[in-house]
């Protein structure tokens, strides 16, 4: 089918127009694309002009550091050997129930000699393992000198103490061994000399120490 004059020239015009409005649509672009665009510098890192001319290589970035680690936290051997050893050991005794087992004087105070006599109790004979332990020494009870009409006579007595203790604890800083070389007196004793340097702070406090020591006289 043949056009016409008049309709070949409008689509003619037409397609003109098309491929003008195309090419003007295009140059921007092929300008935004060309190798000294900063469009194309941004999305493909491309050097700008000035800096492709030098010859001198791009400044390199300096290389990030990972931060330190943490420094390891050490727990010293002796404070371990410590907790291990209290948790191997297990829960504090009950005191207060292990001492209402214990023997009674008169006065229900605990009879620390006869909870002793009974092997209710064990002490050890040294603190330290590597000492030796050399036992009881002395066994005999001495009758200490009164003045006066006493009503009690005073008993010391060996055995008692050497369960605990050994001579060398009280022989011959605190007492000499010679008889009648110690003048003791209650006084003295309540001023932390003679037996007052154990009673009454860590062995029978007052008053029910008093009988472990004042024996009644017996009458004739």
């Known amino acids: 089918m043949a056009y016409s004059e008049p309709l ?3 689509a003619r015009s037409r397609l003109f ?11 921007p672009l092929l300008a935004a694309c060309s190798s000294s665009s900063p469009l194309m510098a941004m999305l493909f890192d491309i050097p700008p002009p000035e800096q492709a001319q030098s010859s001198e290589p791009p400044p390199r970035q300096a ?5 330190p680690p943490p ?3 050490v727990v010293p051997k002796a404070i371990l050997e410590k907790y291990e050893a209290i948790a191997k050991a297990g829960p ?6 292990i001492f209402e087992q214990l023997p009674k004087d008169d006065e229900d105070n605990i009879d620390w ?4 006599e009974s092997k209710l109790i064990a002490p050890r004979g040294v603190i330290n393992d590597k000492d030796k332990d050399i036992g009881k020494t ?6 200490l ?10 008993i010391f007595s060996h055995k008692v103490h050497t369960q605990w203790l050994t001579c060398t604890n009280c022989h011959s800083k605190i007492f000499k061994r010679e008889a009648g070389t110690a003048k003791i007196t209650m006084d003295a004793i309540d001023d932390g000399q003679y037996c007052g340097v154990c009673h009454d702070k860590v062995a029978l406090a007052q008053p029910s120490g008093c009988k472990g020591c004042h024996k009644p006289i017996k009458k004739s």
Not at 63 to 67: A, S
Not at 113 to 116: E, P, R, S
Not at 138 to 143: A, L, N, V
């Open 17 to 27: 127009w098309c491929r003008a409005v195309q090419v003007a649509l295009l140059l």
């Open 138 to 143: 002395m066994d005999d009870d001495i009758e």
């Open 71 to 73: 420094p390891e936290f």
């Open 92 to 97: 504090p005794p009950d005191w207060p129930k």
């Open 145 to 154: 000198a009164t003045s006066g009409k006493p009503n009690r006579m005073v």
């Open 113 to 116: 000699a006869a909870a002793l």
């Open 63 to 67: 290389r990030r550091r990972l931060p």
């Open 8 to 10: 070949a020239w409008a």
